[in-house]
């Protein structure tokens, strides 16, 4: 019972965890889209031909790709199977080291605008200065990202230690044995309490014709 308990805790907080990169995800698609929108009201306006705004559709790439991997989290949480976990984890880190790579390469690297591309839409510039505006606020909500990416890989291996719920497969078996026990019951109960084998009748009919062979005799 106490092993259950915390197993639903568990889940519980993972989902609670993983709700928080679902969030971002969110946050980040609606913030594409905007773009995005901004950036074909643009090209109406001119009437001209322009490259692909790369960084809007990385941006939109990115929120699905995060909320992908809420939906499997919460799978693999409310299954607990081993392998969802697994995989589940694996994706977060591989997720958490391209993070740290790219924040390293921003803050080490004095020329890392060098290694994009040049963007048409003008919408990376814009992203830029939207950051170092508001560098506060834009790095807790990394830091709360990228904690939330670790505690749930945490919580994953937690999760995958205790296991999925035995107690349950246990009493879904003994459910599915019941009904076949049933049918003998109710054979039971259709005779009757009078009702006897025919092996006892024979036997008894057998010990009548003795005990008469006898008195005849």
Not at 18 to 37: C, E
Not at 100 to 128: H, R
Not at 145 to 156: E, F, K, M, R, T
């Amino acid at each position: 019972m106490a092993g259950r308990m915390v197993r639903s805790c568990v889940q519980t907080a993972l989902k609670a965890v993983n709700s928080v990169v679902g969030l971002a995800g969110m946050a980040v698609i609606l913030y594409a889209l905007w773009m995005l929108r901004a950036w074909y009201r643009e090209v109406t306006d001119l009437d001209q031909r322009f490259p692909v705004p790369w960084f809007i559709y990385t941006f939109l790439g990115l929120g699905i790709f995060l909320c992908l991997v809420t939906c499997s989290g919460h799978i693999a949480a409310e299954t607990a199977n081993g392998h969802c976990l697994s995989c589940y984890m694996i994706i977060v880190f591989v997720l958490i080291i391209l993070e740290g790579a790219i924040t390293v390469d921003v803050f080490l690297n004095t020329n890392w605008e060098e290694d994009f591309p040049p963007d048409p839409s003008g919408k990376f510039d814009e992203f830029k200065d939207f950051v170092r505006s508001n560098f506060e606020i834009c790095e807790w909500v990394g830091l709360s990202v990228v904690a939330a990416q670790v505690l749930s890989i945490i919580l994953g291996m937690v999760l995958r230690t205790l296991g999925p719920d035995r107690e349950t497969d246990y009493d879904s078996d003994d459910d599915t044995t019941v009904p076949a026990r049933l049918p003998l019951l109710r054979n039971q109960s259709q005779h009757g309490p009078d009702y006897a084998e025919p092996n006892t009748s024979r036997r008894s009919d057998s010990w009548k014709l003795r005990i008469l062979d006898k008195v005849n005799n």
